[in-house]
Structure formats: structure tokens, C-alpha cells
Nanobody
């Protein structure tokens, strides 16, 4: 089992920045691909970014150039640096983990955190 705990969400003005963290505990010895997803009210959960065990990164077109995903193996933590935030980035952000290769599909992920709220005011 793997446990994921997100932190770092909050309220920020448009154009501002936030850094989300996802602390990973449990069976951390396996090669997990990590992803960030988000879900706005009334919308489906959508892919934001993913990072492989070898640190290859993937981004949704809507966040490319503004968000950066990274991982610190020593700290068992995955980060999502979000810059130039827009009101449409407002959502609950979820961290997810899966064994094996990365995926942009939420259905492929095995473990999920509880989510952290990000609100961007205009």
C-alpha cells in the first residue's frame, strides 16, 4: 500500500504562484509513476502533469509552460510548481501514483491522495 498526502493549496490572485507537495509513504521501494490531476466543480477529473521514475515529465496543454512537476527521491515527495495561475486553474488538486509507466488517464492510477483546494481569484 502507498499513502499520499497533498499540501500547499490555498487562495491566490491571478498571476500568482503556488507549490503543491505530495508526500509518499508506505511501499516506496517500488518504481512508481506519479501524476497530478484536478477536478473543478461540475467537471470531470482531468490530467495536469505526470513524472516517471526516471523523471520524464508530461503536461496537459493547458498548463504547459506554467506548471512544473518534479520529484525528490530522498524525501519521497512530488511537487507541482504552479506559476502564472489563472482563475480557470481553480480546482481540487489530487496526487496519484501507479506502478510502471506514466499515464494521462486517471483510471490507470492505483493510489490517490485526499486532494488540496487551489482557488485563483481574478
Amino acid at each position: 500500500q502507498v499513502q499520499l498526502v497533498e499540501s500547499g493549496g490555498g487562495l491566490v490572485q491571478a498571476g500568482g504562484s503556488l507549490r503543491l507537495s505530495c508526500a509518499v509513504s508506505g511501499r516506496t521501494g517500488r518504481s512508481y509513476a506519479m501524476g497530478w490531476f484536478r477536478q473543478a466543480p461540475g467537471k470531470e477529473r482531468e490530467f495536469v502533469a505526470a513524472i516517471s521514475w526516471s523523471r520524464d515529465t508530461y503536461y496537459a496543454d493547458s498548463v504547459k509552460g506554467r506548471f512544473t512537476i518534479s520529484r525528490d527521491g530522498a524525501k519521497n515527495t512530488v511537487y507541482l510548481q504552479m506559476n502564472s495561475l489563472k482563475p480557470e486553474d481553480t480546482a481540487v488538486y489530487y496526487c496519484a501514483a501507479k506502478v510502471g509507466v506514466t499515464s494521462t488517464s486517471a483510471y490507470q492510477y492505483d493510489y490517490w491522495g485526499q486532494g488540496t483546494q487551489v482557488t485563483v481569484s481574478s
